[in-house]
T-cell receptor, first 116, second 112 residues
Framework: DTAVSQTPKYLVTQMGNDKSIKCEQN?????MYWYKQDSKKFLKIMFS???????INETVPNRFSPKSPDKAHLNLHINSLELGDSAVYFC???????????????FGQGTRLTVV | ELKVEQNPLFLSMQEGKNYTIYCNYS?????LYWYRQDPGKSLESLFV?????AVKQEGRLMASLDTKARLSTLHITAAVHDLSATYFC????????????FGTGTRLTIIP
């Protein structure tokens, strides 16, 4: 079984459309994340949820809205897509979101979003 | 804001040679992670370093952490082609909200 799974793997869409990416983890982790990897391979955190509560919200356009229906799922909805949104989006999860313990993150396979 | 820098950004080396990738970070941390990413693939966790002086080894890769110098190294011994990938270090600051901040990545190419 895949530990962190995202769908879809590829997403090609036109500017102005609204799209969603889904993520599920079966590791029993409390914390889930969305990262964006640009064309230069830089990885930047976008959001983090701990037990369905938003704990990290980086400087991301409000067209991006995460939703966590339960601690095993974290979806990303993007409104009014722009060319600059093209990137690979990674979902990840970790065991603990706070405290001095291991925060090793496990990543999904990524969603390659192309806006045309 | 925590900054994490890796060098070199690109590394091309011959099989059988040794080399080291460096990861410097700008704030107090005793949690550092190394990841590997193959082209078009996800990130795979390689090492978790949780204290000053921590050293971990797996095959031809060895990672170490010096929290006083705010430096981690990833040493490659007798490189083989299968090690070609992009390697990232990532750091969690001791202050703040448990955010994992990634370095710029080192794209490693092993030439036969």
């Amino acid at each position: 079984d895949t530990a962190v799974s995202q769908t879809p793997k590829y997403l090609v869409t036109q500017m102005g459309n609204d799209k969603s990416i889904k993520c599920e983890q079966n590791l029993g982790h409390d914390t889930m994340y969305w990262y964006k990897q640009d064309s230069k391979k830089f990885l930047k955190i976008m959001f983090s949820y701990n037990n369905k509560e938003l704990i990290i919200n980086e400087t991301v356009p409000n067209r991006f809205s995460p939703k966590s229906p339960d601690k095993a799922h974290l979806n990303l909805h993007i409104n009014s897509l722009e060319l600059g949104d093209s990137a690979v989006y990674f979902c990840a999860s970790s065991r603990v979101g706070t405290g001095p313990l291991n925060t090793e993150a496990f990543f999904g396979q990524g969603t390659r979003l192309t806006v045309v | 804001e925590l900054k994490v820098e890796q060098n070199p950004l690109f590394l091309s080396m011959q099989e059988g040679k040794n080399y080291t990738i460096y990861c410097n970070y700008s704030t107090t941390s005793d949690r550092l992670y190394w990841y590997r990413q193959d082209p078009g693939k996800s990130l795979e966790s390689l090492f978790v370093l949780l204290s000053n002086g921590a050293v971990k080894q797996e095959g031809r890769l060895m990672a170490s952490l010096d929290t006083k110098a705010r430096l981690s190294t990833l040493h490659i011994t007798a490189a083989v082609h299968d090690l070609s990938a992009t390697y990232f270090c990532a750091v969690v600051s001791n202050f703040g909200n448990e955010k994992l901040t990634f370095g710029t990545g080192t794209r490693l190419t092993i030439i036969p």
